[in-house]
């Protein structure tokens, strides 16, 4: 899978608010499914689709300890995203300090 592919399934996954609090969840330690379903108003199975989006999209591993089987964060996905949309946010900045400079140009010169 390309880099661009692997953004795709990556953002795609983020997408989802449910996903992202998982995500911050995990950002504190391990949990298990129940764990994780537990401030969410919807069904186990439904936790665990949102699980397997997010495994697809490497974003969390999930493991076997005995009858448990914990979720853990996986933070190179988010790191590619990061580095990918960095790129465009200093672009973006670079547009936007020039866009400033030249609105102080032409207040400067409408200033009596």
Not at 6 to 25: G, K, N, Q
Request: no cysteine; hydrophobic share 40%.
């Amino acid at each position: 899978m390309s880099a661009t592919d692997e953004l795709s399934v990556t953002f795609a996954a983020l997408a989802d608010p449910t996903r992202r609090a998982i995500l911050a969840r995990l950002a504190e330690g391990d949990a298990t499914v129940g764990e994780l379903a537990a401030p969410f108003p919807v069904s186990l199975p439904a936790i665990s689709r949102h699980l397997k989006v997010l495994e697809r999209a490497g974003l969390i591993d999930r493991n076997r300890s005995a009858q448990w089987r914990p979720s853990t964060l996986r933070t190179e996905p988010l790191e590619e995203a990061t580095n990918w949309l960095e790129t465009y946010r200093v672009i973006w900045e670079g547009r936007m300090d020039r866009l400033d400079e030249h609105l102080k140009r032409i207040q400067k010169g409408r200033t009596p």
